[in-house]
């Protein structure tokens, strides 16, 4: 698929949802395409003792965005990349826009997946791929490619502009939904910067709480500032 921009995602995490809200809106007003592609946190933590360093639901909530990624590898092998944007679209929906009963993992299971594909009009079979830790090849390949991209030390979301020759980042990482008008200008001031060679990062640890119904931040509230260290609130160093 050529691309002008390959976002990488993983279905959990809200930051990334967010950003990819705002990337739909200046593809739609720029006429880009996106190609959706995988990384997952939990294959990107594997290293890391979830109990020593994360908060309780990590765990679950990222092992549940590595169950989902598995269905969206085999969904594009068998269905092909298009399906893949709205397929993620609807996850995102149902993960972040509501409050899910049942916990970080329960995102990850059959009852949570099935109606969503059928909404989607995919067989409801592809919620066998949940379980098949074959996938977790093709999904770990695509992680190590966004982290080739960018280097180590990033999460989700990772954009590459213009690919294959243009560079790739680890975010914009935003707490709120820009306003139509104001997503062509953030945008076109974030590839300004990512363009020019030298530039490498600008970052910041504090953040405000997503504003979105699943963490408990209605539309238009702005959610509590809290200090994500290492981006991911970390319990120790």
């Known amino acids: 698929m050529n691309a002008n ?122 919620v066998d791929a949940l379980d098949d830790e074959l996938l977790d090849t093709a999904v770990q390949a695509e992680t190590d490619e966004a982290l080739a991209l960018t280097g180590k030390d990033v999460g989700t979301p990772i954009i590459h502009f213009d690919p294959p020759d243009g560079v790739a980042f680890f975010g914009p990482v935003v707490s709120r939904e820009p306003s139509q008008d104001q997503a062509v200008e953030l945008w076109d001031h974030v590839v300004g910067l990512a363009r020019f060679p030298g530039f490498a990062e600008l970052k910041r640890s504090l953040r405000e709480r997503p504003q979105l119904v699943s963490a408990g931040v209605e539309p238009g509230e702005v959610g509590m500032q809290e200090d994500w260290h290492a981006g991911s609130r970390r319990q120790k160093k």
């Open 5 to 126: 921009i390959n976002f990488y995602v993983d279905p959990v995490c809200p930051f990334c949802w967010l950003t990819s809200k705002w990337v739909r809106m200046v593809a739609a007003q720029r006429d880009y395409t996106v190609d959706w592609r995988f990384i997952s946190l939990r294959l990107l933590n594997s290293h890391i003792d979830y109990d020593a360093h994360f908060p309780p639901e990590y765990e679950a909530g990222h092992t549940a965005g590595l169950r989902l990624l598995r269905v969206l590898a085999r969904t594009r092998n068998e269905h092909g990349g298009a399906v893949i944007g709205p397929l993620y679209e609807s996850l995102g929906t149902a993960i972040h826009d509501q409050q899910v009963d049942g916990g970080q993992g329960y995102v990850g299971t059959r009852e949570f997946l099935t109606p969503i594909l059928s909404e989607q009009g995919l067989p409801e079979d592809l």
